[in-house]
Structures are given as C-alpha cells and as structure tokens.
C-alpha cells in the first residue's frame, strides 16, 4: 500500500520501518479505528541490548506516541531454548539465573523510550515465562502441537539454510517457533494483543503465530515486520570494530555511543535520521541534502539525537561537547572514557602494547603492535612507532594523565591511582 491512512503505519512506512505485513488494508484499518496493542519480543542473550536492536525499540516508542499501546516481551522461556534462525549452531544454553539477570539489564533501556503504567495505553512490559515454565508438555503437544506441520515447518527460510549446510538443528531448537506462535496466541488471550513485530527474519514464526491462533480461535492477529538493517558498506548494524554497541551506559560509555553514530557512513545519515531520530521529517530531508564537509554537521545531530534519547539530553551534549574539545581544539576533555592504572606499575614501566590492550583500544599485543605499523597510535598526541617503548610515569601530561589515541577518533585517557 501507497499510503495508509493510520498514524502509526503511514510514519513507519515514511521512515523506512516496513519491510512486510501480513494484511496491509487489515491492519491500516485497525490502527485507524482502534487502540491497538502490539508487542515485539526480546531474546535475554546478553546483559544489554546493542544498537542493532534499536529500531524495535523504536517502532514500539512509534506505537506510544501515535496512541496505541506497546508491549515489551522479555524471553524468559524461550531463552531457555534459544532461536535458531538463521544461526550456524545452536546457542549456548544458559541457566535460569544468568537468564533473569539478562532480563533485570535489559530492561533499564525502555524507561528512556516508553512510559509504563496501568492505562490503556501505558506500555507492558512482560515475561514469557509466566505461562511457558509452567506448561504441561503432553497436554501442550496435544493442544498446540497437533496444529503444527513438520513439512511446513522445514519449508521455512530459517530451517531450511540450517538444514542445507548440513547443520545439525536440535529437537530442542525446532520446539522455539511453535513456543513463540504459543506467546502469540497467550498475549492475545491474556492483553488483547493483535499484531506482533519484529525484523524480518522472524516473518516465518509470526507467521505460525497467526496460523495458530486462527486455529484456536483468537480473533485476526497481524504480523509487521522491518528490514534487517546493514550499512551502505555491508556492516551489520550494531556492531563496531571493537565488538557490540551495546545500549546500557556500564557496558558502553555514552561518548563511545555517540562516537558510534557520529561515524556513521555518509550514505546513511539520511535513512539512520529517519529511523533512530524523532526530528521531523523535513528537517531530515534537510540534513540530509547537506554534501561535503556539511554532512559532519548532519552526523553531530544524528549521534546527539540518538544518544539523547538513550542516555538524555545532558550525557548527548556533553559527549558533543567532549568530542568538539578534542578534536577541534586539540584539548584533552575531562570527560574522555577514563581507564585506571597502579601508580607502582606505571613508575617501574609498562609497555605500550599491553597499556592499549588494558585500555580496550586492542584486543591482543598482536592487535596493537599492527596498530603501531600502520601508525595509528598516538601517546599524548606524538606517534608511537616503536612496539617496544615503555610507557613511565614521566609520560603523564600535566594533568596528570596519559591520552591514548587508535587513529583519529577513538580516545582513552589513562589515569594513576
């Protein structure tokens, strides 16, 4: 469809969010003339989220903001399972401890982008497992599971590709999509939900989801999915040459979140405003008219609207500022990433490859010493070319610290304690 006529999708669809919907005429009219309820599930894999999972967050802050209410499915159970789509091999199991203390970190994210209460149309935010722990397993392969074929199953995407690299695809693994079609059916029964949403590579088990609740009688459910995002070079979306970006502030400082966007590829700064920002839409088409040097100016506002709306308005500006101090006026700011070292270590001296190692510029001696060749380290701002040079305590700045630099954009200062 063109142009639908609901708030809700007609911005998801201008901003980019929309890669498929089960019922586009279906589900434009139930925006349209009712408060609708939808939910996006979350997989409690790691402590945080990355940025990789910010446009679902988005497309639920969207949901709140057009007047319907957002639901935030925390994977209690199924994480006990774990999805296989689209996976090599299986995931690694984890216990129902590591697997709560998942959930408590995942969660302190989405008090930045909905408000939760008791209203109609407050946000939710629930666990899986409330209904799948305590489930009777014969009773649930006769209820749901005689609904559900093998064939079709095996048919899917997801299944197949693990299937056709001569993967093994565990009993336990091919039990998550008919577990995730049951959440559907339970979120409909017990919150009235009506459409489920997520990236695209979960269309086939929404999909089952629908299916399953025609089949026991709930009323239409609808599926929306959005597009797995890469950079215009190929680059997954939140990941980094140093690992994930993660989205909770102990896991990645808010500066190296706003560094993040503020290198994002020219390419991107117009779709990335779009999807990750809530400016409006003609200052986007602005921004991203902006070519040469200008397009830097785009960048600052894409990586201070992002980081404000994760980490407020205050750690954005200020991580703008730090970057402003640094790299345009070669001061060294206060609020760099900071790092501690032992007095004792550094007065008796430690080599500069295991100084960036312990700084978390290099993940191995190896990685920093073909930094050192390719001239990409800089101490207090001089070049180092030798691997082998000694870093003393007669390095330290009259501030009293040392400024380690990886190329241009990545700082850390390291401090004596």
């Known amino acids: 469809m063109s142009s639908f006529k609901s708030d809700f999708l007609r911005i998801l669809s201008e901003r980019g969010f929309i890669h498929q919907t089960s019922d586009d005429a279906g589900l434009d009219k139930l925006f349209a003339t009712e408060t609708v309820s939808a939910y996006i599930g979350f997989d409690p894999t790691a402590s945080s989220l990355h940025a990789g999972g910010l446009i679902q967050i988005m497309m639920l802050h969207w949901m709140q903001k057009t007047g319907h209410r957002p639901v935030a499915l925390m994977g209690g159970g199924t994480g006990m399972v774990g999805d296989p789509s689209f996976k090599d091999e299986a995931r690694k199991l984890m216990t129902p401890e590591t697997i709560q203390a998942n959930i408590d970190g995942i969660k302190k994210v989405f008090a930045n982008y909905l408000t939760f209460g008791d209203g109609p149309r407050d946000a ?27 064939n079709r199953m ?18 336990l693994e091919f039990n998550y999509m008919i577990l995730q079609a049951y959440d559907f059916v339970e979120l409909n029964k017990r919150y009235g939900l009506r459409l489920q949403m997520g990236g695209s590579d979960q269309w086939g088990n929404i999909v089952n989801g629908i299916d399953l609740g025609h089949r026991l009688g709930t009323p239409q459910l609808y599926a929306l999915t959005s597009p797995l995002l890469t950079t215009a070079s190929g680059a997954k979306m939140g990941k980094s040459m140093n690992g994930a970006v993660w989205l909770n502030a102990d896991m990645l400082s808010p500066y190296d979140f706003w560094q993040y966007w503020r290198n994002t590829e020219d390419a991107d700064v117009e779709r990335f405003l779009n999807l990750y920002t809530t ?23 894409l990586a201070t609207e992002v ?3 994760l980490h407020g308005r205050e750690a ?5 500022e730090t970057a402003r101090k640094t790299f345009e006026e070669g001061a060294l700011a206060d609020t760099l990433p900071t790092v501690e070292i032992g007095k004792d270590d550094l007065q008796a001296g430690i080599g500069i490859l295991t100084l960036f190692v312990n700084a978390g510029l290099a993940g191995s001696n190896g990685e920093a010493r073909r930094h050192i060749q390719g001239g990409a380290v800089r101490l207090n701002d001089t070049p180092i070319t030798d691997d082998r040079r000694a870093v003393t305590s007669a390095d330290l700045t009259g501030d009293g610290v040392l400024k380690l630099s990886l190329g241009k954009k990545k700082h850390i200062l390291v401090r004596p304690v």
């Open 279 to 301: 400016l409006p839409m003609d200052e986007i088409a602005r921004l991203g008219k902006l070519g040469g040097a200008e397009i830097n100016d785009a960048k600052k506002v």
């Open 154 to 171: 095996l048919a899917f995407d997801s299944v197949k590709q693990r299937l056709d690299r001569e993967q093994s695809l565990s009993f």
């Open 316 to 320: 954005a500006e200020q991580a703008a």
């Open 124 to 150: 939710l935010m629930v666990n899986n497992a409330e209904w799948l722990l305590p489930l009777n397993y014969l009773e649930f392969l006769r209820d749901v599971g005689q609904h559900f074929s093998v």
């Open 307 to 309: 980081t404000a709306m």
